[in-house]
């Protein structure tokens, strides 16, 4: 079965220090892959995707993700942390053989001034 | 604002009713997505349209029914609700489907009482 995880509900880091925040997949076929964030009553706001290429990917807000084929991993990075990231961020996979995109069930991020 | 409108943003109704939500996607594209978010199920794909046609079914219920229209705006159809019915509904959006990212509207919160 096709799935996403996201090992940690929660992810606590002080502003200004770097944070990660995890994600591995289990897609057939060559996987596309999304970082999406969900602010409290709001509807999930795209951050970066990738399809091919480069392993670092750039995206919004200063966040990028890492691509580990190895490792099936594509775990999310920002440099330094700001507080107003504080969210829940989704990783998700779309297998091009399906068309459908598998979501992780979530990581809250808290950055604590 | 990704462009992707819901109406209403919020439902609140009995069991066993009927209710309709609506989409519009962002101008000029063509697939339509319909997701469910609740918290013991995390974020459901329900079903996709492309251009009028069904084009991927996930775990849509079959009191659940939608369509989109000439003008591609969507409905998502629920009937003979349940309490467990109650969740997040999303709507999103992409150019064509299948490896195009999917940007998502602010979403519905239905609660069945």
């Known amino acids: 079965a096709q799935s996403v995880a996201q090992p940690e509900d929660q992810v606590n880091v002080a502003e200004g220090n770097p944070l990660t925040v995890k994600c591995t997949y289990s897609?057939?076929?060559?996987?596309?892959l999304f970082w999406y964030v969900q602010y409290p009553n709001r509807g999930l706001q795209f951050l970066l995707k990738y399809i091919t290429g480069d392993n670092l990917v750039k995206g919004s807000y200063g966040f990028e993700a890492e691509f580990n084929k190895s490792q099936t991993s594509f775990h999310l990075k920002k440099p330094s942390a700001l507080v107003s990231d504080s969210a829940l961020y989704f990783c998700?996979?779309?297998?091009?053989?399906?068309?459908?995109?598998?979501f992780g069930q979530g990581t809250t991020l808290q950055v604590k001034p | 604002d990704s462009g992707v409108t819901q109406t209403p943003k919020h439902l609140i109704t009995a069991t066993g009713q009927r209710v309709t939500l609506r989409c519009s996607p962002r101008?000029?594209?063509?697939?339509v997505y319909w997701y469910q978010q609740s918290l013991d199920q995390g974020l459901q794909f329900l079903i996709q349209y492309y251009n009028g046609e069904e084009r991927a079914k996930g775990n849509i219920l079959e009191r659940f029914s939608a369509q989109q229209f000439p003008d591609l705006h969507s409905e998502l159809n629920l009937s003979s609700l349940e309490l467990g019915d109650s969740a997040l509904y999303f709507c999103?959006?992409?150019?064509?489907?299948?490896?195009?990212?999917?940007?998502f509207g602010p979403g519905t919160r239905l609660t069945v009482l």
């Open positions: 999103a959006s992409s150019v064509e489907g299948r490896t195009d990212t999917q940007y």
């Open positions: 998700a996979a779309l297998s091009s053989n399906t068309g459908k995109l598998i």
């Open positions: 897609v057939s076929g060559n996987p596309y």
């Open positions: 101008s000029g594209d063509l697939s």
